[in-house]
Structures are given as C-alpha cells and as structure tokens.
C-alpha cells in the first residue's frame, strides 16, 4: 500500500464524467447511469460476476442443444463415409452411416439436421436433372433418415441445384446471357421441392437466391397436398468467400472461375437484406435464415426486429474452418470459441443455428 492515493489521483479526485456516463439527456444529475442510482463507486457491475452461479442467473443468453440443426452431407456411390479434409470432423456420409449420425444427433437432443445430397460425378448434367429423381441419393436418403428417427428429429432438405449442375451455379445458365436464368430455374426448384417433401422433407430450405423461389415452392408443396411442409428460407444469403469448404464438401466447382454475385447477395449491403425477408415472408416463408452468420450479425439483428417469424442463421463452413484450423495449431481453444461465436449469433438475434459444430457443442452442452 502507498499512501493511500489513488494513482489516478487519490481518494478526494471525482472519476471524470467520459463515455456514455456524460451523455447528457440520459444522465441523472447524480452522475451514475441511467437505472443504478449513483456512479462509481457505488456503482459496481463486477458484484454480478463474481460467481458463476451469480453468472449463470443473469446471463441475457442463453445457448441450448435446442438451438442447433446440423448440416448434414451424404453421397451417392460411397462404400465408406469420406472425410472432408477442409472440415476436420465433417464427412460425406453412405445413407448407412448418415442414418446413424442422425440418430445419434437425435440421442443428442439436436433438434434438427438439414441434408445436402452429392450425386456422382457422372450424374452431372447442365440442368441438374438428377436432383429431380424421386429415386435420386437426397430423396432415398431422406427415407432412411426418416424412417429412422421419425418426428423426433426435425428433417430439413437443402433445395439447390448446383450440387447437381455440371458448371456449379444453383440454377440453369441462359446460354444467350451466360446468366442463371431465374424464372426456369424457379421452376425446377418447384419440382425438386416436391419430391424432396413426398420423400420425407418436413422442411424445404430454398437456397439458391432466385426472386420468387419461395412463392413457386409454396404454390407446388400446396397443390400437391403438401400444406403442412415448411419453408426455412434462405432470405439473406450472402455472395461470400465463406463458402469454400462448403465446396470442398459438396464437390461444386462454378465452371470458368465464375461466382455468384449475380443471384446472391453483395456484402456491403445491410438494408438489401430486410428487402428480401419481407419478399420471402410476403411469399409464404415459414422461417427465414441469414448466411453467414458471424460476420453478419448486424443483418441479423436487423432481421430479428423486422419479422415476427423464426429467424435462423447459418454458422458457415468457412466460419467452422477457421475455428478447426486455428485450434489445430493451438493458437486458440476451440471449444471455446466454438462456444462464443455461437452464442454472439444468439445474441444478435438469431432463434436458431445451422452449424456443423452441432453434434460437439451438444456434446458439451448436454441434451
Ligand atoms: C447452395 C449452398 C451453399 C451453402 C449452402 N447451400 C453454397 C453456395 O451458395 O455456394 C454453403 C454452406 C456452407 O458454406 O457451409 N446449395
């Protein structure tokens, strides 16, 4: 102990008036914030977090295995699951093995999963025809899961085409205009929804960006008595570089360097975003999604306080790898930062979390 003055200048010294404590409409003459009566130093937030009981009772989040739907890959002509190597603990699974996984994740008490089916390579075509084969690896894949977990797993399918287009955009290539042509493209998302639900989808999740894909699907799954599947739009999707060992995963490569700027979202865009979850809303949209998800958590926030519908954000393969690769290396604790990215997306505004870290966070967190 010194002489009992404070290095800052000692005991008699009043803590200058500096951040939100001198705005001055919002400060009590007393000078303490708003709600706290006076200021330092009676004013204390460190009594709140001294024990993790006291933590645990005001935490404003909270993160729960209900939260997580996990993405799920499966593979047509696999004997064995193939690990993705840019998604350390991810695999492109045999319907044998993904039926396992999803009964484990079940077990788990994960809420949901949401499939992506791989056709072989020779499947390919410029349509994406195979997509569309109610005998095809998503729709037979879906049986199985189904039959296996029944209802006590929600069953999402991706609806996409480009897992299944030779060039690898999401939709059909105006040869004229090089560009994704929507309005065909819109249609065969309609057909591919039916078949993904009359296979056990409870949940369609248009992810390809093209305008008025979520009204056509509606319109489809309701003529052909599919009333109670759900839509989770893909409202807010991003044209990100976060996406890459998606790629890896889905074997999708866009043919000439190509991107997809041109149908998904420009990241220097925020209010964009609110304009697309009201379409998808107006057209029927049961639940809607921002991607990705950390780098985005403005969009989400943003979205939260527009709908009144569940709002789900997509914790992306490129977020995953950066968390897996880094803590390979020991430069960070992945668990831990698993854990903080994911209750930061909770935070913003999310109500739940598509994210391959599902099954090891609800390890942690107990079902
Ligand atoms: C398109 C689709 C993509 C992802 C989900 N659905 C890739 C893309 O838009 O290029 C990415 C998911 C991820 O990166 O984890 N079918």
Redesign the pocket.
């Known amino acids: 102990m010194t002489t009992g003055l404070h290095p800052l200048g000692g005991g008699g010294l009043r803590r200058p008036a500096v951040g939100w404590y001198s705005v001055p409409h919002r400060v009590p003459t007393s000078g303490g914030p708003p709600g706290l009566g006076a200021g330092y130093p009676a004013a204390r937030p460190r009594r709140l977090r001294r024990t993790p009981a006291l933590r645990r009772l005001v935490a404003e989040t909270r993160l729960s295995v209900d939260d997580l739907v996990a993405?799920l890959f499966v593979a047509d002509g696999l004997d064995d699951p193939r690990p993705v190597p840019s998604m350390p603990g991810v695999v492109q699974h045999t319907v044998e093995s993904l039926v396992i996984e999803s009964k484990r994740l079940g077990s788990l008490g994960v809420p949901g999963i949401i499939l992506?089916g791989l056709p072989r390579p020779e499947d390919k075509d410029a349509t994406g025809s195979a997509a569309l084969r109610p005998d095809g690896i998503t729709q037979r894949a879906l049986a199985a899961v189904r039959e296996a977990v029944g209802d006590s797993v929600v069953v999402m399918a991706?609806c996409?085409?480009?897992?299944f287009t030779d060039h690898g955009h999401?939709g059909v290539v105006d040869q004229a205009t090089g560009e994704v042509d929507n309005d065909a493209t819109v249609d065969l998302y309609a057909r591919l929804a039916l078949t993904l639900a009359d296979a056990g989808a409870q949940v369609i999740a248009p992810?390809?960006?093209m305008d008025g894909q979520v009204a056509a699907i509606r319109g489809a799954l309701d003529a052909a008595g599919n009333g109670q599947t759900a839509i989770l739009a893909?409202a807010a999707?991003y044209?990100?570089a976060?996406?890459?060992?998606?790629?890896d995963?889905?074997e999708?490569t866009?043919a000439e360097g190509g991107d997809?700027k041109g149908y998904?979202q420009d990241f220097r865009n925020r209010r964009e975003a609110l304009v697309e979850v009201a379409l998808d809303v107006a057209e029927g949209a049961d639940m809607v999604m921002v991607?990705?998800a950390l780098a985005y958590l403005d969009v989400i926030a943003d979205v939260h306080a527009a709908v009144e519908v569940p709002v789900a954000a997509?914790?992306?393969?490129?977020?995953?790898a950066m968390v897996k690769a880094a803590a390979a290396n020991g430069w960070i604790d992945g668990p831990g930062v698993a854990l903080e990215q994911l209750t930061a997306v909770k935070r913003a505004g999310a109500d739940f979390i598509?994210t391959?870290f599902a099954g090891e966070v609800a390890e942690v967190l107990g079902g």
């Open positions: 993405p992506f991706d996409c085409l480009d897992e999401c992810s390809g960006m893909y999707k044209a990100s976060l996406y890459g060992p998606f790629r995963a889905a999708v866009i997809r998904q991607k990705p997509y914790h992306v393969s490129g977020e995953y598509l391959y």
